[in-house]
């Protein structure tokens, strides 16, 4: 018999700070989640936690979840993914012991804490949570279209994974160091661990896809900036729907166009050539322009993860030449960094 | 405690002939699944059955459940709605009535019949199944963008509600009459009960909104057609996701874009002008080109239904001239519909 575990009421704030677990993960690519959390939301990561065995780390404080408890963390959060998503059993008494010490629980992965009867059962004993980021909110309405107030920036890649999280997090960054109001809206399960909010985008059934959207970021004060993660791309095979969705949804009044310099073809989509950055710009202000006609381009956020110093410029410098636009990588920020910010904000 | 009920296999076909059920309406606008399946699959519809009270009729023979039975009835469908989508409890006895003459029931409203307990109970005792075809099929893959043999077409709306079902439907009648081989695919679910299965598309997860629409029209002998029924718009605030996604994954050969004259503002979004037909074609075939770059436009289908003859045909003709494409109205059919006929299967 399933038993019924408390769960977190929908847009509530995640129970914060975090103590992050690391499970017993000897490969970094895992830990994306962790890392993620240590460069955004380190002021709200206590320490860390591993199995034994394992030899990644964040760089934080070793705590058991007894001592994050005492230095007020109120949740542990699973920083680790592995292939295929599930929780493997060696897992499962450090997961409880986290429990036992007074914290909740909370995973981003496609295996649902709540699926696992001996979390569910010590989260009734103990009266604590288990929360999964990538269960969607229910009673989602139906998308209005109606405009809303405030201001929106919404980060729109030529594809998945290069960067249209970090754009959005580096902006809000740096619009609050010049003073700007502004707010990281989160669209997927670990820009939401960050955030402590959000909506998976890419639970939510596809109907209320747009209402998801606009629940994301409701009306604001007129000078406030919500600064809205994208999902996938325009036109990407598979994922499109959602991209529209979220771009119609939030009703961008300035996009920031995400691209990763070299990356050809769409990841996983090989036989798909990525489309030009020129062809993004243009594909997004003529959708987005429906139900916001005043949208613009600000600039391009370029990926040179891959290039040393000079050449990154040197893409950087060619990149901006061609399109006349503001072209920058906010992980290098610099002059051109601030330019971007700038035009953002013109 | 819930009783399971056996519920139908995916991908398979709904039991069939149906005898469908008109509850105790009185409001013929509240029929229209009924309607639709006696005009599109009559041949599998033995007979209607009411409660007392129903003044609506669909036409046709008024059999008990289990008469209906004995003519070869395998399940009842609930063929009309009320406001809500609820199923009031005044049904409930013409309900168990059909699950004790051996037929299973069959719902496409908001409310699941599988959530009614007496409903669950009496299934379990006859060895019935309840089937909800809103419910989405599980284990639905991410698009692969992967090109599918065999001929597409997609009908494409201006807007909801407006003739993309009634369209594709009449296409499919017309390609069979000329010898050619051709098969209705249904993406909602009123269509589901006519084609007998189908993929309700309002109800999966944004994520594998392509990759459902992917599986509706497989890999098929190079000169059959799948005539898929479209859903939404491209241009609507709330549902573009899920038009883009279904356009992506039915990869259509030829579209037809449907409109229904005089319209001028979205169905429940008046604060949003139609896109005009031009705007819609072009759009259309720009985003479609993607996972099909052969893609084109065949004609269009204008819903005359409020214009009397001779205003039809003036609307019809004036539209033709203005596009230089063909235009019909497939529900007063005659040489404009074969034209427009032709030029899908040019």
């Known amino acids: ?58 760089g934080l404080p070793s705590l058991t979840p007894a001592q994050a408890r005492m230095l007020g963390a109120r949740s542990m959060v699973i920083g680790v993914a592995n292939p295929g998503g599930r929780i493997p059993p060696a897992w499962l008494p ?29 989260a ?44 959005a997090l580096s902006l809000v960054r740096a619009f609050r160091g010049r003073g700007v109001d502004a707010q990281f809206r989160a669209s997927g399960q670990t820009g939401i661990l960050i955030a402590g909010a959000g909506v998976p985008m890419d639970a939510v059934v596809a109907d209320f896809a747009a209402g998801a959207a606009e629940t994301l970021s409701p009306d604001a004060d007129p000078a406030h900036w919500d600064v809205i993660e994208g999902q996938g791309s325009l036109s990407h ?20 166009v995400c691209h990763e310099h070299g990356r050809e073809r769409v990841l996983g989509h090989p036989h798909y050539a990525l489309p030009s950055i020129e062809e993004t710009i243009e594909l997004a202000l003529r959708l987005g322009a429906r139900t916001n006609p005043a949208i613009r381009c600000a600039g391009v956020s370029l990926n040179t993860g891959a290039l040393d110093f000079e050449a990154a410029q040197r893409a950087i ?11 920058a990588d906010p ?16």
């Not at 995640?14 to 830990?31: K, N, V």
């Not at 989602?140 to 405009?147: D, E, F, N, Y």
């Not at 410098?317 to 006349?324: F, H, I, Y």
């Open 331 to 346: 992980m290098r920020g610099g002059e051109a960094f601030a330019r971007l910010v700038d035009a953002c904000l013109a």
């Open 94 to 122: 450090s997961l409880l012991e986290a429990l036992h010490a007074g914290l909740d629980l909370i995973g981003g992965m496609h295996a649902r804490l709540s699926g696992i009867e001996p979390l569910r059962n010590a």
């Open 237 to 256: 095979p598979a994922y499109a729907g959602v991209s529209l969705s979220l771009l119609h949804g939030s009703q961008p009044d300035v996009i920031v």
């Open 124 to 167: 009734v004993v103990h009266g604590r949570c288990l929360i999964d980021v990538r269960e969607p909110p229910s009673a989602l309405p139906i998308a209005s279209g109606r405009k809303r107030t405030g201001r929106r920036l919404l980060t729109v890649g030529t594809d998945c994974a290069l960067g249209k999280k970090y754009t």
């Open 317 to 327: 410098a060619d990149t901006a030449a061609r399109l006349g636009l503001p072209v």
């Open 1 to 58: 018999m399933q038993t019924a575990a408390p769960t977190l009421r929908e847009a509530e704030t995640l129970p914060q700070p975090y103590l992050l677990f690391l499970g017993d993960t000897t490969e970094a690519g895992y830990a994306k989640t962790a890392f993620g959390l240590r460069d955004w939301a380190s002021e709200r990561c206590v320490g860390e936690f591993a199995c034994a065995g394992a030899t990644v780390s964040a």
